[in-house]
């Protein structure tokens, strides 16, 4: 029988209450060492919400440093070309409210921000945020209200950094997938080229 909790008091009751340290670490302004971590990362998982409440997590990632610090309470986040679906941005435009996830390579803990978005398609700081020539094509200004840095244990249970647990073969590979999954139009021969040796080199076009 499934056992579905719907109050709060039903989760606290399981859960217990949260440790000391789980309440009081959250802050609202950067301090140096949250600049040193941004600096340092070159990945991040953006989560946004639509007015309706359904969701999306989207992956950033660039050249460390690619998330910029504008202040103590204001971050920016490129956009590269991509897929030009635009879940998110279309998200923050119904609802503001955005949660970050940033990681360094190799750390097991990691750096949450939470605030409130909006979309810029220039500004004189998208200057300092050109990668191989290409300035971004807008940038997601996140107002910090909330951030905090987050334990080791989810990534030291999976072992994600831990190089003997990679089975990065467990499924056949991108081409085929997409050919298997969505049905396109194009050959196998052709995705294969698509994803194949140059794609990597036309990430920024």
């Known amino acids: 029988m499934t056992v579905e909790i ?3 008091e039903e989760l606290r009751e399981l ?10 670490k959250e ?14 990362s070159p990945f991040c998982l953006l989560a946004t919400s639509a007015a309706d409440g359904t969701c999306d997590v989207s992956p950033k990632g660039d050249p460390p440093g690619f998330v910029r610090v504008l202040d103590d309470t204001t971050i920016a986040v490129p956009e590269r070309p991509g897929n030009r679906r635009a879940d998110g941005y279309r998200n923050i435009l119904d609802n503001p409210h955005v949660g970050l996830i940033s990681l360094i390579p190799g750390r097991t803990d990691t750096l949450r921000i939470n605030g409130r978005a909006r979309l810029v398609s220039d500004a004189p700081f998208f200057d300092d945020m050109v990668v191989k020539g290409h300035r971004p094509i807008l940038a997601v200004l996140v107002e910090i209200e909330q951030i905090f ?9 999976s072992e994600l950094w ?7 073969d467990v ?8 050919k298997e999954v969505e049905a396109p139009a194009e ?3 052709e995705l294969e080229r698509h994803y194949g040796p140059e794609y990597a ?3 920024y076009a």
């Open 6 to 8: 719907s109050t709060h």
């Open 15 to 24: 859960l217990g209450a949260p440790m000391p340290r789980a309440v009081t």
């Open 27 to 40: 802050r609202v302004r950067l301090h140096e060492r949250d600049r040193q971590w941004l600096a340092a």
């Open 149 to 157: 840095y987050h334990c080791a244990k989810a990534f030291l249970r």
């Open 162 to 168: 831990q190089p003997e647990t990679w089975t990065p």
């Open 171 to 178: 499924l056949p590979t991108r081409p085929r997938l997409i």
């Open 187 to 189: 050959t196998l021969e």
């Open 201 to 203: 080199k036309k990430i």
